[in-house]
């Protein structure tokens, strides 16, 4: 059974940081593009940061880019999602995705939220 679990995320203050994590169990990690979305109430899910099999190539949404770095852990099985500068409008449910690309396998974490005050 494929699990992915995030965690890390809370409260915290415009220009603050968080480090979200997502643990993942029941599949081989290390074939699998790791990418993190957010999702706020009334809006579709929107694509954060994705990297690749090896932790070698990473992308970025526009909007968090220079802020936000994701990493993975092949070992541990975990990716990272280093939240720094952090506004108001990243406020969200955070979700780690898995993604063996070019087959039918990809799963979703339940989400993490994060809450960024002014």
């Known amino acids: 059974q494929v699990q992915l679990v995030e965690s890390g995320g809370g409260l915290v203050q415009a220009g603050g940081s968080l480090r979200l994590s997502c643990a993942a169990s029941g599949l081989t990690f290390s074939m699998y593009t790791m990418g993190w979305f957010r999702q706020t109430p009334g809006k579709e899910r929107e694509f954060v940061a994705a990297i690749n099999q090896s932790g070698g190539v990473s992308q970025y949404a526009d909007a968090v880019k220079g802020r936000f770095t994701i990493s993975r852990d092949n070992a541990k099985k975990k990716a990272y999602l280093q939240m720094n500068s952090l506004k108001p409008e990243d406020t969200a449910v955070y979700y780690c995705?898995?993604?063996?690309?070019?087959?039918?396998?990809?799963?979703w974490g339940q989400g993490t939220q994060v809450t960024v005050s002014s």
């Open positions: 995705k898995a993604d063996w690309t070019g087959t039918q396998y990809m799963f």
